[in-house]
């Protein structure tokens, strides 16, 4: 198992989650506002705000990450573990030019491609020299994304990367995910709209209140919800039914 | 025709940015008016400009056959009375600072109990929200309270910009549903602006499709979602998420 | 709630010292009496006598009343003349704001002290010379907060919904712009607060302030500088009681911020 989480608390906001993502496997958190999911992430990643704690076990190629030290954190960090976050207008270091940026993780790490075949992964060729103000929305979380792939990391764990974006960019990141994410890497994606996890992802865990209250494969779970939360969501996002 | 809109333009000099390039169509009484658009699109601009909360550099907007972008906010009373706006952001459209009974009433100049307890109930509110500040409320709450403050001075027309938008999935359906059913009660004309092409359907007879400042595409919603004619709208409809097309593909028998 | 509470009570110390010197102190804080000076801490003179004889804890009682006269009546002029003027350019054309401000600015960069000793030369040096002068100089930086504190309000929607719905300018800067930026206003009162006091201490050391011998804590402290290594104390003793002042207002002015927000207030 790649990443194996057992038992995840943090205060009263994450209760007892469990699950598990095998290499190359694509896993979808669904949930909305209050549910905990994005703290799931938070605390895989070891960056949680200094008020929450988190405890259970959190395993990532049979390392243990919760109670780790920040000094190993930090070198799994942009390596074997990634993050792609929501808002792409913070996410990127204004005073310093993109090629810069993206060629950071494998500077740190001691892995070295360039910059320009980095970017040109993601479909952004000629931008090294670019400041992030000078990019739009999509293609600033393009480079986040070619910065969280340049060190093929074990697990990509992704935060509603497309919510801040007009909807022709999203489907445009989203199929970028899909492509670029290497065959054996996990992917852990967060988001609230079920068709996005419907098309990404092949297994699904909805979390309420701070629960996983189903999982399943992205078919079972979504053509036949068990749970009552599901069934509502469901409901609740196809709108053509309603009239 | 209660609102008519002629070349309308709306250029900021000091970021040299033409926010909107002449646009132009009708709204007529009673119809559910729909405007599409991403980032850029110039739909926030248009509303600003349809309220009277701004002046555009060109064009023209009229309100019941009169003209209101060129006159001064002391003549346009009759405007503010007539035509309300649903903002997007739940937190950011309540005045943190102010009791909900306040901000319900500060369209009517004066605090009025009676007309605030009515809105509440029609909005689905408990009595005593009154008293309390906006942040104790859960976003949905909000937007709630922000319809009814909308509606305190008795408006024809409701603008609604991206109300939903903010709010978790769950809670979308029951806005919308009340903005549907409020609509119906009180006779409304609405104009509602969202980036969410679902949404839009769900809710509008009639929808405008922007882009970059203009209008590219404009017809009744079956038409324009069944068979797009502009390249670009056809773009939006095959980019948004289609929940009911994933299912589809999903029951055929292939996982993702 | 600790903020308020720790504030008040040292504000209240200072408060209360200084209304009771109206009605009593220990000894006559004027009298000097040259066959006691320079005594210590303890006996009939709580905190001892200075080079004078005269007693410091009388002294620091009636130095009480300076320090609260210079404190409140700078920071109000500052700020009834400061607030309406940076909430009036924060909601004028941009162009006039910035006039505004940049007229503002000439004044900020007037040295304060320079302002306050022409103010002395032309209507006499005394406290309330000094007091209006350390007022005036202040208003710029309540100005400029105002300011600052009504465009970011302005550019909310709230108030898009305000003007919606026919809210005048008038109505819109009193309910909406200003219970908006009042903790910005108190915080910035509680620190233009311990300005002024240390204003006032450099203006009575160099005799543009309060005229000796009216007890002034500030004149305390620079006159104990003579003495500084053989009586710490006469430093020490002003220097508390200007620090407490200063932290008590401080503390208060965070506290009152924070109850008066009632997002903040309702979690306690």
Redesign the interface.
Known sequence: MTLSVTGLRVSSLVRDVSFEIGAGA?VGLIG??GSGKSLTALAIMGLLPDELHASGSVRLNGHELLGSSEKDLSRRRGDELAMVFQEPMTALNPAMRVGRQVTEPGRIHGRRRSAEELLDAVGLPGTARAYPHQLS?GQRQRVVLAMALANEPSLLICDEPTTAL???V??QILSLIKTSLPAESALLFIT?????V?????RVLVMLDGEIVEAG???EV??SPKHEYTR?????????A?? | MIIEVRDLERRYARRDVHALRGVSFDVEAGQRFGIVGESGSGKSTLVRLLAALDKPTAGTVSFQGRRIDDLPERKLGFLRSELQIVFQDPMGSLDPRMRVRDIISEPLGRREPDRVAELLAAVGLPEDAAGRYPHQFSGGQRQRISIARALAPNPSVLIADEPVSALDVSVRGQILDLLDSLVEQFALTLIFVSHDLGVVRHVCDRVAVMRRGEIVELGDVEQVYDTPRHEYTRELLEAAPNLRAELARLSGGDDA | MRNLVIGGVLVGLVVLAAVLSFFWTPFDPVRVDAAHRLLGFGGSNLFGTDKFGRDLLSQIMVGARTTLYVGVVAVGIAAVIGTPLGILAGMSPRWLGEFVMRVNDLVLAFPALLLAIMFGAVFGADTLTAMVAIGIATIPSFARIARSGTLQVMSTEFVLAARAGGRSRLTIAVRHVLPNISGLLIVQASVSFAIAVLAEAALSFLGFGTRPPTPSWGRMLQESQELLTVQPRLALVPGIAIAVAVLGFNLLGDGLRDRLDPRLAARV
């Open positions: 694509r909305e506002s929305g007009d909807v022709t999203q489907a609230h709209d079920l068709a996005v419907a098309s990404v992802c092949e494969s992205t078919r979504l053509t509502k969501l469901l409901d609740a996002s196809d709108l053509e309603r009239r």
